[in-house]
Nanobody
Framework: QVQFVESGGGLVQPGESLRLSCAAS????????MGWYRQAPGKPRELVAA???????NYADSVKGRFTISLDNGKNTVYLRMNSLKPEDTAVYYC?????????????????WGQGTQVTVSS
């Protein structure tokens, strides 16, 4: 099993920035990729960004150029830097992990999920 400690969500105004953090623990030696999903009320969840332990990344088209995912392998922590936030970025953001690193290029569902952290973008 993998456990997560997520932090960094909150309320910001449009155009501002936030950084989400997610520290993983447990059977992390088997993890090949980590990432972030989000789900807004009434909308399907979507993969926002993902990264493999070798540094390969994938982003949703809606966040390219604004969000940056990074991974500190020594701390088993994944970060999501979110710039130029928009109201449509409002959602619960979930930290995820999976054993197969190549999942970041597929539509398959990640195995392990955090509890989620709320991000609200509103003036």
């Amino acid at each position: 099993q993998v456990q997560f400690v997520e932090s960094g969500g909150g309320l910001v105004q449009p155009g501002e920035s936030l950084r989400l953090s997610c520290a993983a623990s447990g059977t992390i030696a088997s993890i090949g990729a980590m990432g972030w999903y989000r789900q807004a009320p009434g909308k399907p969840r979507e993969l926002v960004a993902a990264i493999t332990h070798s540094g390969l990344t994938n982003y949703a088209d809606s966040v390219k150029g604004r969000f940056t995912i990074s991974l500190d392998n020594g701390k088993n922590t994944v970060y999501l830097r979110m710039n130029s936030l928009k109201p449509e970025d409002t959602a619960v953001y979930y930290c995820v992990a999976h054993r197969d690193s190549m999942i970041i290029f597929t539509t398959a569902t990640f195995e392990y999920w955090g509890q989620g952290t709320q991000v609200t973008v509103s003036s």
